[in-house]
């Protein structure tokens, strides 16, 4: 009884937190031209330097899933379907998952143990003495980098998934570039892309907001960062797929 208690406490203590991180980004929102410069500083960090991480994933996953779809095909249809199956596979699931738990190590991670080291050496509580509001000055400039930026990283995976998928359609399974780039033309919708880029922004928001939500409850010093570090990939990994399935429910399964 003593430990739900204990457990039921901690949740209303976050549910609270996460009130007041939001609640103070929207107090904030009217400053955010004035601080246009953290932002784009962020969103470099975000977007150009994770450019050559995802396009390694991108190639590889695009390629794999060639190999895969034809392993389970073989027989039953001809290998010309890759042209349709595998992109879309790639714009509305793999393209926007994979993109969002990458970056959840990279950035989510990241920020948790930049604001958490932050938090123990007192740097935030600096901030406050000097009037100036931690959520403006380093949540807000981080969400709204990654919110933006995660979305162009999924069309950029999606576009160098696909292209991995039509190399080796073509040069390993004997498909032709005609065939494979009609059934590619046939199959693409827009919707598709419309729901990568909805779950895209949705993904960008959890992992930024878990991850400055973290590092704002770091304690104790350097193993705190070490073990805030952890819980934010583990969060945002999470929430990454709880929300993939219900936007899926929402976008397309409905």
């Not at 929207?26 to 396009?55: C, T, W, Y």
């Not at 948790?112 to 935030?124: D, R, W």
Request: net charge positive; glycine share 8%; charged share 15%.
């Amino acid at each position: 009884m003593h430990f739900l208690q204990k457990r039921i406490k901690l949740f209303l203590t976050d549910l609270g937190q996460i009130g007041i991180l939001f609640i103070g980004l929207f107090k904030n929102s009217p400053r955010i031209f004035r601080d246009r410069k953290l932002i784009l500083e962020q969103m470099v960090h975000v977007g150009v330097n994770s450019a050559l991480l995802i396009f390694i994933i991108g190639i590889f996953t695009g390629a794999v899933s060639s190999w895969q779809a034809a392993y389970q095909v073989k027989g039953l249809l001809p290998l010309s379907y890759l042209g349709s199956a595998t992109p879309k596979a790639i714009i509305i699931e793999l393209g926007p998952v994979l993109a969002g738990l990458v970056l959840a190590g990279r950035i989510g991670a990241s920020m948790a143990a930049e604001l958490g080291t932050m938090k123990v050496t007192e740097q935030i509580d600096a901030l406050e003495s000097m009037a100036i509001d931690p959520i403006r000055y380093l949540a807000l400039p981080r969400i709204i980098a990654t919110t933006f930026m995660l979305p162009i990283l999924v069309i950029y995976a999606s576009a160098i998934a696909i292209f991995g998928s039509y190399l080796v359609a073509v040069y390993f399974l004997d498909v032709s570039s005609d065939a494979y780039l009609t059934n590619f033309r046939k199959s693409f919708e827009l919707k598709d892309v419309f729901a990568a880029i909805t779950k895209a922004v949705f993904f960008g928001v959890a992992i930024s907001s878990i991850g400055c939500l973290v590092g704002f409850q770091t304690r104790g010093g350097a193993e705190g960062v070490g073990l805030s570090t952890i819980k934010s990939f583990v969060i945002c990994a999470a929430s990454i797929l709880i929300l993939d399935y219900i936007l899926w429910n929402f976008l397309i399964g409905m």
